[in-house]
Each structure stands twice: as structure tokens, then as C-alpha cells.
């Protein structure tokens, strides 16, 4: 079996948060999918488990904090291209969410920040790998 990494989020709107990371290339990944927890991928690896806040405290007392009011983990997803980037920031932007932060254009890499409509953070991010080389010589 491959390693892969469960990113469990708790949301505020099941079906908008969905139809968010549609927007920005996630997949409906059916096997984990259920009424209270829809699991998107992105690619086979990395798959995110978004849960209604209720069923992602069913085990826990503590409290769900708000990702808007307090720092939280932030995420990273490399692409292909800067305009992979460009593409994907702008259809998060059209499905709800907001881009907190100016891109970050480093020559060797390109970021630009996309917040979800929970204020969970994606760095959608492209590195030219003989850029960086050239650099760390």
C-alpha cells in the first residue's frame, strides 16, 4: 500500500467546502465518503477528510478553534507550473475563498496562498528544481 497523509478539517458547510476544493482540483474520493465526512484527494496520496464540526468532536471534549481567528497548520500543494498556480488560486477565488497574503515570487518559486471558506491556508506552490539547484551551488 502506498503511504498516504489524512488531513482531517472541520468544517462549517460540507456541500460549499466540497464544491471549494472541486474548484481548486480535488477529487470526490467515494471510499471514505459519508454523510458527515466527504474525503477529497488530491492525487493518491494526499487526501483531506472534510467533517461536520459534530462528527469531527464526537471523540474529543475540546473545542473546535476558528482557523480565521488563530493561526493554525498551514498546507502546501507543488504543481507543475506557475500557471498551474495562477489557475488554481483564481478558481478558489471565484468558489469563495480569499488570498490572504501577495504571491510570493522568488525566481526558483512561485507561491500564492489560497484560505478555504473556513480559513484553512493552501500554498499552491511551483519550484523550478534547476533553478534551486543553480542556487544552492
Not at 488570498?99 to 512561485?110: A, D, L, V
Amino acid at each position: 500500500m502506498a503511504k498516504q497523509i489524512f488531513i482531517n478539517l472541520p468544517v462549517h458547510n460540507l456541500e460549499k467546502s466540497v464544491s471549494f476544493y472541486k474548484a481548486i482540483g480535488f477529487s470526490v474520493y467515494p471510499l471514505f465518503t459519508f454523510d458527515d465526512q466527504k474525503c477529497m484527494a488530491w492525487g493518491d496520496e494526499i487526501l483531506v477528510m472534510l467533517q461536520s464540526k459534530r462528527f469531527s468532536n464526537t471523540d474529543s471534549k475540546a473545542e473546535i478553534i476558528n482557523p480565521k481567528e488563530y493561526i493554525t497548520p498551514s498546507f502546501s500543494l507543488p504543481v507543475d507550473s506557475r500557471e498551474k498556480v495562477n489557475e488554481i488560486v483564481d478558481s478558489g477565488l471565484r468558489a469563495g475563498g480569499k488570498e490572504p497574503n501577495p504571491m510570493i515570487e522568488e525566481g526558483f518559486m512561485q507561491v500564492r496562498t489560497i484560505e478555504d471558506l473556513d480559513g484553512y491556508r493552501w500554498g499552491i506552490l511551483f519550484l523550478d528544481m534547476d533553478k534551486f539547484r543553480e542556487m544552492k551551488n
